[in-house]
């Protein structure tokens, strides 16, 4: 596998343990990876490689090919309801899904400058689920594009990816936080960011985009409950909140919970990097 070669090649050249970055899947409530990436940059934490699924492969995708945090910050907040109803080109009639998918892939092609994984400075992978088979694939090489669209295809909401022989959705699937992939590379640190809404009582959701977004990350809240973490630094910054999975327009609300959440567990992520003799990077 591309990721598990170049980070291998990392530690060879770095010749120190490496810290891992999951951002995990949650549509909107994804916009507080911003806020984690702002406190990581900002304390000298170095993010040696990058693992997404859904909004959190979007979010990586963008930091690794040039958006720093700060101009992530802006852009998401400069999200309006309208922004996001003229990127959904619904499919009439309805075929796999609701929406086509085609301009929400033209802006991607428009946002990342970098267009294959491989080009990217550091080690970058993204996950989406094989919808015939059920099995995780990672994307870690090639079309850059292709490999986050695949990974945003929430089932019922976005007509599934077709790559390469597989018909491909969401990998909150199978894998919401993508935490595996990091430690089967060698990754020494991982710091796990979940931002999946906790089945409990909250907002209901507004409309059948919300429902099958919440059945997602139902589902995939459950996966993730059952993995064995111990080694991971898991970030849940909207643990104790409700926010819905199209409330892209609450940016600074979730940008700002990413932040609040990663400041607390700033201790015991230091802790770790200075137990294992990673020294903080000079901002």
């Known amino acids: 596998m591309v990721f598990n070669q170049r980070v291998a090649t990392l530690k060879s050249t770095l010749k120190r343990p490496l810290v891992g970055l999951a951002l995990g899947s949650g549509a909107a409530r994804g916009l507080s990876h911003i806020g984690v990436l702002q406190v990581l940059k900002s304390e000298g934490i170095p993010i040696d490689a990058i693992t997404g699924t859904s909004i959190g492969a979007v979010v990586g995708g963008l ?8 101009f992530l910050d802006k852009f998401a907040k400069a999200i309006r ?34 267009k294959r994984y491989e080009d990217l400075p550091k080690p970058f992978a993204t996950i989406s689920s ?24 929430v089932p019922g909401v976005l ?3 077709r790559y390469e022989t597989r018909l491909l959705v969401d990998g909150g699937v199978v894998d919401p936080v ?33 429902v099958l ?20 630094i898991v970030i849940e910054p909207l ?14 609300e979730l ?27 000079s901002q």
């Open 81 to 114: 309801k309208q922004h996001i109803v003229s990127a959904l080109d619904f499919a009439l009639p309805p075929k796999k899904g609701l929406i086509d998918g085609y301009h929400l892939e033209a802006m991607l092609n428009r946002m990342l400058k970098i």
């Open 63 to 70: 930091y690794l090919a040039g958006w720093s945090p700060e």
């Open 130 to 153: 094989d919808i015939v088979t059920g099995e995780k694939v990672v994307h870690d090489k090639g079309d850059l594009v292709k490999g986050i669209r695949a990974s945003l295809s």
């Open 178 to 210: 993508p935490v595996d992939t990091l430690s089967e590379s060698g990754i020494d640190i991982i710091i796990a960011i979940n931002v999946m809404r906790r089945p409990s009582p909250g907002k209901e959701p507004e409309g059948i985009i919300d």
């Open 213 to 232: 977004l919440n059945v997602t990350d139902i589902m995939g809240f459950k996966i993730f409950e059952e993995k064995p973490l111990e080694k991971a």
């Open 239 to 252: 643990k104790e909140y409700h926010f819905g999975g199209m409330e892209f327009d609450k940016a600074e």
């Open 159 to 161: 007509v599934p990816q």
């Open 255 to 281: 940008i700002e919970l990413g932040k609040e959440a990663t400041k607390r567990a700033l201790p015991l992520i230091k802790e770790r990097l200075s137990a294992e003799g990673v020294i903080l990077c």
